[in-house]
């Protein structure tokens, strides 16, 4: 505890989101105090003709 | 915001998952009063093996 | 099936809630073909001190 | 109603998710007593290189 | 890890939410393999006015 | 885009939650290379009655 969800779209490469958990991690713990060992995190990407803003899905963009 | 995720059985065409994407946008815009440009839609497509009823998977049905 | 969550900010009056699931389950139906009996949809209200943009949470703009 | 979402790593065989979906309904129904037919379970596959604790995803570990 | 997350109407007792987490968590191990101590459940309360089934609120029932 | 959802226990300060978003978007926007103006932060929070690992709730522990 606590556990965070990063909701993106695909294309990251593997350091990136290597990258990601360590920083939010450590973001999550400076802010709440949490211990690093505690904190969980999620990746779960999106494809373009899943997610629509404004009405279009990117994929139609 | 709003931000709405539609969670369904995959096997919707391209073009079916476009009108959702625009109607759901136009349906939520209508009734809750935001604009429709601050709209954000999520699809999230499930498997049959992934998703049960009444104790059974669809794939075991 | 399908399963439609809506996520944003409290304020609405129960007569925008009220009219918000019946017109987005109309459009899932419409677009997706599943039956509006079979459609389910949550509603998610967000308090502006646990919904951030851009860094800052929107009790904090 | 009520619906129940397991996230797990990728890996379980069908006859494993078959037997969690069949034996989770059963526990839901006996504790909160709703009926088995009205609950519904979705299973949600992460991979490794999605899923991090303390700081480092599993596929890097 | 696996994470599970109990959406469920507000309204059972505190004991049955107690039992509910117990047994799930059973159910999960004895299906899956994976150690009881490794298991989290969320229990998330719905209430009538935010959960809408073939286009009516339960509230509006 | 992307989106962070922080599932955590109540209890932290307004201000640890005003750092928590700011500094979680800098973590996210720094390493996937996402603006911070394009970045949305959620906060969920728990109660401890709502909560179990390895069978048991926080509130019955």
């Known amino acids: 505890m606590p556990y965070i ?3 993106m779209l695909e294309g990251r490469t593997e350091e990136q ?3 990601l958990v360590e920083k939010v991690t450590a973001a ?3 802010t709440t105090g949490a211990a690093e ?3 969980v995190v999620f990746i779960e990407e ?3 003709n899943h997610y629509g ?3 279009k899905r990117l994929s139609d963009m």
Do not use: F, L, P
């Open 5 to 7: 969800t990063v909701k």
């Open 17 to 19: 989101k290597k990258a």
């Open 28 to 30: 999550v713990s400076e």
């Open 37 to 39: 060992d505690k904190i």
């Open 46 to 48: 999106m494809t373009k």
């Open 53 to 55: 803003v404004a009405g």
